[in-house]
């Protein structure tokens, strides 16, 4: 059983941990199955380190879980983070189509 | 006629735009209708040149448009990059839920 470390819910941390295509890229590639930090890293151009640092950036999101399996470690992701994202966009972008819906009514009435 | 950047669609910028409690709230306020800059610093314990920064960061990344209305700044949301926003996080939402639903299923039936 491996011990794993609540990590709270931080709508900032979760979007902040979006806005970069190469950890898009990792939750992109983790959608298709766990993978090794190896995997991971193989098809970014940059430094270990540079992977390291973008794994911890998603993992203090919530949104990667990182376990040792042997000498490797396998990440996976964890999607809780993701749905908090999806329902804050999901809850505004209503909004937001609702009054565009509105708008264009008011200019077919009134052109 | 008031003349308007064309803002590419840049998910980088759109979710770091929205990784602010502030930014987010006042994405929230503009939901409900178009606000002046003062209507939008007004519910923030922040300064002025605060809330003005996190305008930038809202009108770069395409969300926010700020048109002149006599002396006042009125301030308006643009929902094509929130858009953006939401069918990137839809398209892995769904793969992720996918893998849980075979998880469990798997778990199911070897428990």
Not at 26 to 33: A, D, M, P, W
Not at 69 to 94: K, M, N
């Amino acid at each position: 059983m491996v011990k794993r470390a609540t990590v709270a819910l931080d709508l900032d941390a979760v979007f902040a941990a979006l806005a970069h295509p190469i950890r898009r890229a990792i939750l992109e590639q983790l959608s298709g199955g766990d993978a090794s930090v190896g995997e991971l890293a193989e098809p970014h151009k940059v430094s270990a380190p540079a992977i390291s640092k973008h794994l911890r950036v998603l993992e203090d999101a919530g949104l990667l879980k990182v376990e040792p399996e042997g000498r490797v470690r396998r990440c996976h992701i964890d999607a809780a983070p993701l749905s908090a994202a999806f329902g804050w966009l999901t809850r505004y972008r209503v909004l937001w189509e609702d009054r565009f819906e509105r708008l264009a009514k008011h200019l077919e009435k009134d052109p």
